[in-house]
């Protein structure tokens, strides 16, 4: 028997649920949508009926596995369904899922039946008569496994040179001879198709027939797909619609999708994230025109919906060594019409018992942003802060501030660049000191993280150059910063996750006691050693307190474990060791070790973790608690 399926045959499967016995006669290729029956199934239950299900499929392991999770006799058995139409309503819903579940494995001759107190539910009509508790009897005979025979594009797009416009070819996805014929099988490759014609410019790429026949003689399955490309197109004028405060012009611009630049789906995707990038917008979608212009322009629509002008968001953290800090922070949206941002921020943390007011740290800022400078992809960012801060081993006062521009290079990868300038006061064990220093800073970001918040695959690394010169002691000076950090998650669902972080530092300047604190560098707290002093460790200068140093390492690794959905918990071990003017040497560092339990919500995981260190010194407490959002790193 040879069956040849197309638009049509999705009415097949429907058609079978007259007969007792329902072979799998028919292919659906495109999702499954709720039928009147299921809609039925789903009202509100007026009349319970409840049943158990008894399950059995002639084949074991992964048919069987995909067979029950496709059914929804299996997955609703705990709640009773609304009376005996809902119930045979449930049940005829099964043929189909449980159908498209052996296409999705690549069967095509299987046979699928649901009885309903022993009778067949595709013959029973709704008004059956069934007693309060019915047992559900639920087989499959899957059949014989079909392969595909011969498969073949019509009108494929040839093969390009550009690699930004490369997509796998079908054969290297599963549609080739030999292969297990599933039904997503051909799904995909028809996506693949039609992406490879629209990476090359022709936007109006369609499938315009399938034609799929099915031998049962010889388990084989023959398909051909054609494809219509279209024309060739490029970006016609974007016309901005919804725009209420912001100015359509700037909108179009910040898209940076420029009239007559060839059509690239991979162009629309950057222009969607610079436009979620203005933090403006609830929503912005492309609608692409009906049709492309006799210019050979494809015009798009772009809807767009803002967001207040305002917002304002307070936050809280806590450690038993540093105490409570508190933080609020006003927003305006859009100042000039532009997406101009303007943030305030305030901070008093150091809040500890007893209370003294001499120990707090304060802070008063404010952040400008203008986006889109001179290009979409820039921002212009100019930040001024006063404030004030009290280590265990220095006190800061000081006022600076720094212009800059940051550049989103690509999705991954993130520059910045400017200029700073500081004026300060110390008190440390130097003495109380004054320092006045402008100077320049320049980093890049290369970020593949799946999450900012909590990571389960990809890497973040980072590297900043601040150069530096003093005008009160007239030297110059110079850090050097970067960063690393990994992720591997593994299990279901990535139930567990193994997290590593490096960090170095280096100075290069005068002698410590020419340098300001701020610029030294310092380790221990909540985001550096776990179980010290926030910048509790430093270099011990030979009468018994701490100053900064030249040199820096800090490495974490954290093993996390999701108990439940929402309940996490992680170990971990942190280390780091400051040096004045060596290489810092492994045997001398800090080492803090503890347990967590994080509570996953939808802006991320809450943390609470207590440390102690390991190799504690005499002013060291005994142990440590922080509190936060987000994992540690």
């Not at 980093?443 to 150059?465: I, K, L, M, P, Q």
Request: glycine share 12%; charged share 20%.
């Amino acid at each position: 028997m040879r069956l040849v399926s197309s638009f049509g045959a999705l009415c097949i499967a429907a058609a079978a649920l007259s007969v007792s016995v329902l072979p799998a006669s028919a292919f659906d290729f495109f999702g499954l949508f709720k039928s009147d029956a299921d809609k039925a199934a789903d009202a509100v239950v007026v009349d319970p009926k409840n049943y158990t299900v008894v399950f059995s499929s002639s084949e074991g392991g992964a048919i069987e596995s995909a067979l029950r999770n496709a059914s929804g006799l299996l997955a609703d058995q705990t709640e009773p369904a609304s009376g005996a139409a809902g119930l045979i309503a449930k049940a005829r819903g099964d043929y189909r899922r449980l159908l498209a579940a052996l296409y999705s494995e690549g069967y095509y001759g299987g046979v699928v039946s649901v009885r309903i107190g022993g009778q067949e539910a595709s013959n029973l009509p709704p008004d059956t008569n069934l007693p309060d508790q019915v047992e559900v009897t639920v087989s499959v005979n899957p059949g014989p496994l079909f392969r595909f025979n011969s498969v073949a594009i019509a009108n494929q797009a040839a093969p390009t040179s550009d690699p930004a416009d490369q997509v796998d070819a079908p054969i290297m996805r599963g549609y080739a001879s030999g292969e297990i014929a599933r039904a997503g099988v051909i799904t995909r490759a028809e996506g693949l198709a039609l992406e490879a014609w629209r990476q090359q410019g022709y936007p109006k790429a369609e499938i315009v027939s399938r034609d799929v026949v099915a031998d049962h003689k010889t388990n084989t399955i023959d398909a051909l797909i054609t494809v219509n490309p279209g024309r060739k197109a490029g970006f016609g004028a974007i016309r901005v619609t919804g725009a209420d405060r912001m100015n359509p012009d700037f909108v179009a611009q910040q898209t940076g999708l420029a009239v007559g630049q060839e059509y690239d789906p991979d162009e629309l995707k950057k222009a969607q994230k610079r436009l979620d990038r203005l933090e403006v917008f609830r929503s912005a979608r492309f609608e692409a025109a009906q049709d492309i212009g006799s210019d050979g322009l494809l015009p798009f629509e772009l809807t767009v919906e803002e967001m207040a002008g305002r917002r304002f968001g307070v936050g809280a953290n806590y450690s038993t060594t540093d105490g409570l800090g508190v933080e609020g922070y006003h927003l305006w949206r859009n100042l000039f019409g532009q997406a101009e941002r303007l943030r305030l921020d305030a901070r008093v943390a150091s809040i500890g018992y007893p209370i003294d007011t001499a120990q707090f740290d304060y802070l008063l800022g404010g952040t400008f942003t203008k986006p889109g400078f001179y290009h979409p992809d820039v921002d212009l960012v100019a930040a001024i802060a006063a404030e004030r801060n009290v280590y265990t081993t220095y006190a800061e006062t000081a006022v600076g501030g720094s212009l800059g521009l940051k550049w989103y290079f690509s999705n991954e990868i993130t520059l910045t660049g400017g200029v700073q300038a500081k004026r300060a006061r110390f008190d440390d064990s130097f003495g109380t000191r004054d320092f006045a220093y402008f100077g320049a800073y320049g980093g890049v970001v290369f970020d593949n993280r799946d999450s900012a918040v909590d990571a389960t695959e990809g890497f973040y690394a980072a590297a900043t150059v601040a150069p530096w010169y003093d005008v009160i002691y007239n030297k110059p000076g110079a850090k050097v910063e970067v960063e690393g950090r990994t992720y591997f998650g593994f299990g279901e669902d990535d139930q567990f996750v193994l997290a590593g972080r490096v960090k170095l530092g280096a100075l290069l300047g005068p002698d410590l006691a020419e340098i300001s604190p701020d610029q030294l560098f310092f380790a221990g707290g909540g985001g550096s050693v776990r179980g010290y002093g926030h910048k509790s460790i430093g270099v011990d200068n030979g009468a018994g307190a701490e100053t900064g140093g030249r040199y820096l390492v800090e490495g974490s690794i954290e093993a996390r474990a999701k108990v439940t959905e929402d309940i996490g918990v992680v170990a971990f071990v942190d280390a780091g060791y400051v040096a004045a003017d060596t290489i810092p040497s492994l045997q001398d560092m800090r080492i803090g070790s503890g347990l967590g339990v994080r509570y996953y919500t939808g802006l991320g995981p809450l943390r609470l973790d207590v440390a102690v260190p390991l190799n504690k010194r005499a002013n060291d407490a005994h142990w440590a608690i922080y509190a936060g959002i987000g994992q540690a790193f």
